[in-house]
Nanobody, 120 residues
Framework: QVQLVESGGGLVQAGGSLRLSCAASGSIFSINAMGWYRQAPGKRRELVATVTGGGRTNSADSVKGRFTISRDNAKNTVYLQMNTLKPEDTAVYYC??????????????WGQGTQVTVSS
């Protein structure tokens, strides 16, 4: 079994910064893609940013230039540095990991979510 534990959410004023972390643990051979998604009240869950094992990143247009995703493969941890936060960034942020087990099979996992609230 695999667990994703997120940290770093909170309340911040518009223009401020937060850094989210997500550590994966369990029976992991390797982690393929890791990423962050978010869901605001009344809206669908949407992609924020992803990063492959090789470091290739992808991010939503709405966060380009403000958010940076990175990962530490040795620690099975992914980070999301969020700068110049806007009220519309308010949402529950979920960590995601595409894991390969020692058996060779794969599985998708989600964290429990961490609340980010940006006040105007």
């Amino acid at each position: 079994q695999v667990q994703l534990v997120e940290s770093g959410g909170g309340l911040v004023q518009a223009g401020g910064s937060l850094r989210l972390s997500c550590a994966a643990s369990g029976s992991i051979f390797s982690i393929n893609a890791m990423g962050w998604y978010r869901q605001a009240p009344g809206k669908r869950r949407e992609l924020v940013a992803t990063v492959t094992g090789g470091g290739r990143t992808n991010s939503a247009d709405s966060v380009k230039g403000r958010f940076t995703i990175s990962r530490d493969n040795a620690k099975n941890t992914v980070y999301l540095q969020m700068n110049t936060l806007k009220p519309e960034d308010t949402a529950v942020y979920y960590c995601y990991a595409d894991v390969t087990y020692y058996s060779g099979s794969r599985g998708d996992y989600w964290g429990q979510g961490t609340q980010v609230t940006v006040s105007s």
